[in-house]
Nanobody, 118 residues
Framework: QVQLQESGPGLVKPSQTLSLICTVS??????????WSWIRQPPGKGLEWMGV???????YYSPSLKSRTSISRDTSKNQFSLHVSSVTPEDTAVYYC??????????WGKGTLVTVSS
């Protein structure tokens, strides 16, 4: 059973970079055809897909966030990371990592709240 756990600061100042790590257990981030996503949910709003890193390392981003978002991975630690630059209060959300075959969201982390505030 694949398990995911998000970690990172819960408070980020405006204009700074938000960085989160998703640690994976019970499976490898290089497992063929698996993709590893970041998804967020602002307070009172729906889920927003942010981007994904595939098992071979290719990345894809939401067009609305592409200019500020990057996803990377550390295969030695079985982790993948999210970085969002130039954050504003509108980036306040619960951030989730999720994974599954061919980009599905079969497995989810519990989520972590990130608040953007001075």
């Amino acid at each position: 059973q694949v398990q995911l756990q998000e970690s990172g600061p819960g408070l980020v100042k405006p204009s700074q970079t938000l960085s989160l790590i998703c640690t994976v257990s019970g499976g490898s981030i290089t497992t063929s055809y698996y993709a590893w996503s970041w998804i967020r949910q602002p307070p009172g709003k729906g889920l927003e897909w942010m981007g994904v890193i595939a098992y071979e390392g290719s990345t894809y981003y939401s067009p609305s966030l592409k200019s500020r978002t990057s996803i990377s991975r550390d295969t030695s630690k079985n982790q993948f990371s999210l970085h969002v630059s130039s954050v504003t209060p509108e980036d306040t959300a619960v951030y989730y990592c999720a994974a599954g075959p061919r980009g599905g969201w079969d497995y989810w982390g519990k989520g972590t709240l990130v608040t953007v505030s001075s």
